[in-house]
């Protein structure tokens, strides 16, 4: 569960790597109909004792809810319903996933050097990704630079590219590539690495506290009323 990666990772600070999401066809779900009984659940929850971590949880009356991480320069988000189960709050992402990296389009470019370019949703080229090139038998690493494009020397024909985002411990790929071409497009989704997935995830209600757990975690999340 991607919610359980990011989550408790981050409360542990060992962000490991983690693997692309698979695209998922979940269909968005309805806000659920909170009843009376269950609405002074609603409200603004804070996450509370865990360092350097800012999270907020917005429980709104008609279902749905709102959630925030902050950790170091990574912001994560996601949004949803919710329900209220015996002595839980169960949250579900209303989203689907999505590949964080996508292929618009190759050129034959010039030779001597292939590039491969990361370009945002908006056109302009995104800096600082990590990119890799898998040609023959070498992988070759390079970093996109303030236009997008991450340079390699011109190699054995290209059959892959990989791509990793450190701030966000994400790595993506491969991705095939036409063997024949030196200049490959890509365009990257920041909602989706940036998104959490709840996928029926239960917050133990204790008193004005919501509790998020995970298996063996040693650290819950404790979310208090605001």
């Known amino acids: 569960m991607k919610t359980a990666l990011i989550l408790i990772t981050v409360v542990s600070a060992l962000l490991g790597p983690a693997q692309s999401p698979a695209p998922a066809q979940d269909k968005a779900q309805a806000p659920a109909q909170v009843q009376d009984k269950d609405k002074d659940v609603a409200g603004h929850y804070v996450l509370h004792g865990v360092m350097e971590v800012g999270s907020e949880l917005m429980l709104k009356p008609d279902g749905t809810f709102e959630f925030m991480l902050a950790y170091g320069a990574a912001d994560y988000w996601a949004n949803g319903t919710w329900r209220r189960d015996g002595n839980a709050v169960i949250l579900h992402s209303d989203s689907k ?74 790595q993506s790929g491969p991705y095939d590539v036409n063997p024949d071409h030196r200049d490959f497009y890509f365009e ?34 404790r979310y208090m009323k605001e």
């Open 97 to 170: 996933q999505e590949e964080p990296f996508r292929l618009l389009r190759s050129e034959a470019g010039k030779p001597g050097r292939i590039r491969v370019w990361v370009m945002g949703k908006n056109g302009r080229g995104v800096p600082n990704i990590h990119v890799g090139l898998n040609a023959g038998s070498e992988h070759l690493g390079s970093t996109t630079d303030s236009e997008g494009a991450a340079a390699f020397p011109d190699t054995a024909k290209p059959k892959s590219v990989d791509f990793e985002v450190r701030v966000y411990s994400l």
């Open 188 to 221: 990257i989704n920041g909602d989706t690495i940036t998104q959490v997935s709840f996928k029926d995830e239960p917050l133990a209600i204790e008193g004005n506290a919501l509790i998020m757990k995970h298996g063996d975690s040693p650290q819950p999340m």
